[in-house]
Protein backbone atom coordinates (compact mmCIF):
# COMPACT_ATOMS: atom_id res chain seq x y z
CA UNK A 1 0.00 0.00 0.00
CA UNK A 2 3.21 2.32 0.00
CA UNK A 3 2.98 3.06 4.05
CA UNK A 4 6.12 2.32 5.96
CA UNK A 5 5.96 -0.05 8.70
CA UNK A 6 7.97 -2.28 11.11
CA UNK A 7 6.51 -5.90 11.95
CA UNK A 8 6.01 -6.83 15.72
CA UNK A 9 5.16 -10.26 16.77
CA UNK A 10 3.50 -10.12 19.69
CA UNK A 11 2.89 -13.02 22.30
CA UNK A 12 -0.39 -13.37 23.66
CA UNK A 13 -2.44 -15.98 25.42
CA UNK A 14 -4.93 -16.70 22.87
CA UNK A 15 -7.33 -19.17 24.67
CA UNK A 16 -10.80 -18.59 24.65
CA UNK A 17 -12.17 -17.50 27.69
CA UNK A 18 -15.17 -19.59 28.90
CA UNK A 19 -18.18 -18.94 27.28
CA UNK A 20 -16.77 -16.46 25.18
CA UNK A 21 -18.51 -16.00 21.36
CA UNK A 22 -16.23 -16.39 18.45
CA UNK A 23 -17.11 -12.69 17.37
CA UNK A 24 -16.14 -11.50 20.50
CA UNK A 25 -12.71 -13.91 20.59
CA UNK A 26 -11.32 -12.57 17.32
CA UNK A 27 -12.05 -8.80 18.51
CA UNK A 28 -10.75 -8.99 21.60
CA UNK A 29 -7.37 -11.08 20.39
CA UNK A 30 -6.56 -8.51 17.73
CA UNK A 31 -7.01 -5.58 20.40
CA UNK A 32 -4.45 -7.80 22.86
CA UNK A 33 -2.06 -7.92 19.92
CA UNK A 34 -2.40 -4.25 19.19
CA UNK A 35 -1.84 -3.03 22.72
CA UNK A 36 1.42 -5.74 23.01
CA UNK A 37 2.80 -4.49 19.79
CA UNK A 38 2.05 -0.71 21.18
CA UNK A 39 4.70 -1.74 23.69
CA UNK A 40 7.10 -1.71 21.45
CA UNK A 41 5.93 1.34 19.35
CA UNK A 42 7.27 5.12 19.25
CA UNK A 43 5.23 7.69 20.11
CA UNK A 44 2.68 8.77 17.73
CA UNK A 45 2.77 5.87 14.66
CA UNK A 46 -0.13 3.69 14.45
CA UNK A 47 -0.29 -0.13 15.42
CA UNK A 48 -2.05 -2.05 12.90
CA UNK A 49 -3.22 -4.95 14.72
CA UNK A 50 -5.52 -8.20 13.16
CA UNK A 51 -6.28 -11.67 14.08
CA UNK A 52 -8.67 -14.33 12.07
CA UNK A 53 -10.62 -16.88 12.85
CA UNK A 54 -12.63 -19.63 10.89
CA UNK A 55 -16.01 -20.29 12.58
CA UNK A 56 -18.09 -23.68 11.45
CA UNK A 57 -21.91 -23.24 12.47
CA UNK A 58 -25.03 -24.85 11.55
CA UNK A 59 -25.76 -21.63 9.22
CA UNK A 60 -23.17 -18.71 8.62
CA UNK A 61 -25.88 -16.50 10.52
CA UNK A 62 -25.80 -15.48 14.28
CA UNK A 63 -22.78 -17.41 14.20
CA UNK A 64 -20.76 -14.64 16.93
CA UNK A 65 -23.56 -16.65 19.75
CA UNK A 66 -22.90 -19.91 18.05
CA UNK A 67 -20.30 -22.01 16.44
CA UNK A 68 -16.84 -24.05 16.71
CA UNK A 69 -13.69 -21.59 16.62
CA UNK A 70 -11.18 -23.73 14.04
CA UNK A 71 -7.84 -22.46 14.60
CA UNK A 72 -4.59 -23.67 13.83
CA UNK A 73 -4.26 -27.82 14.11
CA UNK A 74 -1.58 -29.47 16.64
CA UNK A 75 -1.13 -32.27 14.76
CA UNK A 76 -2.12 -34.39 11.55
CA UNK A 77 -5.30 -35.88 13.06
CA UNK A 78 -6.54 -32.49 13.88
CA UNK A 79 -6.14 -31.01 10.68
CA UNK A 80 -7.77 -34.38 8.54
CA UNK A 81 -11.14 -33.57 11.30
CA UNK A 82 -11.00 -30.21 10.55
CA UNK A 83 -10.76 -30.60 7.00
CA UNK A 84 -13.36 -33.30 6.44
CA UNK A 85 -15.65 -30.87 9.02
CA UNK A 86 -14.95 -28.55 6.25
CA UNK A 87 -15.63 -30.49 3.55
CA UNK A 88 -18.70 -29.63 1.05
CA UNK A 89 -19.93 -26.83 3.85
CA UNK A 90 -19.66 -23.12 4.32
CA UNK A 91 -18.47 -21.41 7.39
CA UNK A 92 -17.31 -18.39 8.11
CA UNK A 93 -14.06 -16.50 8.04
CA UNK A 94 -13.74 -13.63 10.35
CA UNK A 95 -10.76 -11.36 10.69
CA UNK A 96 -10.83 -8.57 13.62
CA UNK A 97 -8.06 -5.27 13.24
CA UNK A 98 -7.42 -3.24 15.44
CA UNK A 99 -5.61 0.38 14.19
CA UNK A 100 -4.17 1.91 17.60
CA UNK A 101 -3.02 5.53 17.41
CA UNK A 102 -0.06 6.07 20.00
CA UNK A 103 -1.05 9.47 20.57
CA UNK A 104 -3.82 9.21 22.92
CA UNK A 105 -6.68 8.63 20.34
CA UNK A 106 -9.30 5.50 20.87
CA UNK A 107 -9.17 2.47 18.65
CA UNK A 108 -10.53 1.44 15.73
CA UNK A 109 -11.98 -1.49 15.16
CA UNK A 110 -14.09 -3.58 12.27
CA UNK A 111 -14.91 -7.09 11.68
CA UNK A 112 -14.82 -8.44 8.40
CA UNK A 113 -16.72 -11.28 7.36
CA UNK A 114 -16.42 -13.66 5.04
CA UNK A 115 -18.24 -16.59 3.64
CA UNK A 116 -16.43 -19.51 2.48
CA UNK A 117 -17.80 -22.39 0.40
CA UNK A 118 -15.39 -26.03 0.34
CA UNK A 119 -15.75 -28.02 -2.48
CA UNK A 120 -16.66 -31.98 -1.71
CA UNK A 121 -12.70 -32.95 -1.82
CA UNK A 122 -11.86 -36.55 -1.30
CA UNK A 123 -9.67 -38.46 1.73
CA UNK A 124 -7.26 -38.61 -0.30
CA UNK A 125 -6.52 -35.23 -1.08
CA UNK A 126 -7.08 -34.32 2.04
CA UNK A 127 -4.33 -36.88 3.25
CA UNK A 128 -1.74 -35.76 0.20
CA UNK A 129 -2.65 -31.80 1.54
CA UNK A 130 -1.53 -32.84 4.70
CA UNK A 131 1.29 -33.95 3.54
CA UNK A 132 2.94 -31.11 2.41
CA UNK A 133 2.96 -29.45 6.05
CA UNK A 134 0.69 -26.57 4.45
CA UNK A 135 -2.61 -27.06 7.26
CA UNK A 136 0.02 -26.84 10.55
CA UNK A 137 -0.05 -23.07 10.40
CA UNK A 138 -3.50 -22.10 9.17
CA UNK A 139 -6.74 -21.50 10.66
CA UNK A 140 -9.19 -24.06 9.78
CA UNK A 141 -6.21 -26.42 8.54
CA UNK A 142 -6.38 -24.92 5.12
CA UNK A 143 -5.18 -21.88 2.30
CA UNK A 144 -7.29 -21.03 0.05
CA UNK A 145 -4.39 -19.88 -2.33
CA UNK A 146 -2.59 -23.78 -2.09
CA UNK A 147 -1.76 -24.67 -5.53
CA UNK A 148 -2.75 -27.91 -5.50
CA UNK A 149 -5.64 -28.50 -3.20
CA UNK A 150 -7.28 -26.04 -4.11
CA UNK A 151 -10.32 -26.66 -1.31
CA UNK A 152 -12.38 -23.45 -2.08
CA UNK A 153 -15.63 -23.70 -4.52
CA UNK A 154 -16.63 -20.40 -3.82
CA UNK A 155 -16.38 -17.01 -1.50
CA UNK A 156 -18.63 -14.45 -0.73
CA UNK A 157 -16.97 -11.20 0.35
CA UNK A 158 -13.51 -9.88 0.69
CA UNK A 159 -11.56 -12.73 -0.59
CA UNK A 160 -8.39 -11.61 0.99
CA UNK A 161 -9.67 -11.41 4.07
CA UNK A 162 -9.59 -15.69 3.58
CA UNK A 163 -6.15 -15.24 2.32
CA UNK A 164 -5.29 -13.59 5.47
CA UNK A 165 -5.57 -9.44 6.00
CA UNK A 166 -8.97 -7.99 4.39
CA UNK A 167 -6.93 -5.27 2.00
CA UNK A 168 -9.40 -3.15 1.34
CA UNK A 169 -10.88 -2.69 4.38
CA UNK A 170 -7.41 -1.83 6.05
CA UNK A 171 -6.36 0.69 3.32
CA UNK A 172 -9.74 2.55 3.55
CA UNK A 173 -9.19 2.76 7.21
CA UNK A 174 -5.87 4.15 6.84
CA UNK A 175 -7.37 6.62 4.16
CA UNK A 176 -9.41 7.26 7.35
CA UNK A 177 -6.63 7.93 9.75
CA UNK A 178 -4.87 10.32 6.88
CA UNK A 179 -1.87 7.56 6.82
CA UNK A 180 -2.71 6.96 2.99
CA UNK A 181 -3.98 8.99 0.50
CA UNK A 182 -7.36 8.36 -0.97
CA UNK A 183 -6.12 8.40 -4.39
CA UNK A 184 -3.16 6.93 -4.05
CA UNK A 185 -3.59 2.52 -5.88
Not at 152 to 178: C, Y
Amino acid sequence: MGAAYTVYKPEIDETPQPGEAPLAYVARLALEKACAAAAHAKDGELVLAADTVVILAADTIGVDERGEILGKPADAAEARAMLRALRGRDHLVVTAFVLLPLNGAPPFQQLVKTVVTMRDYTDEEIEAYIATDDPFDKAGSYAIQHPQFRPVAAVKGSLTNVIGLPIDEVRAALVQFGVLDAADG
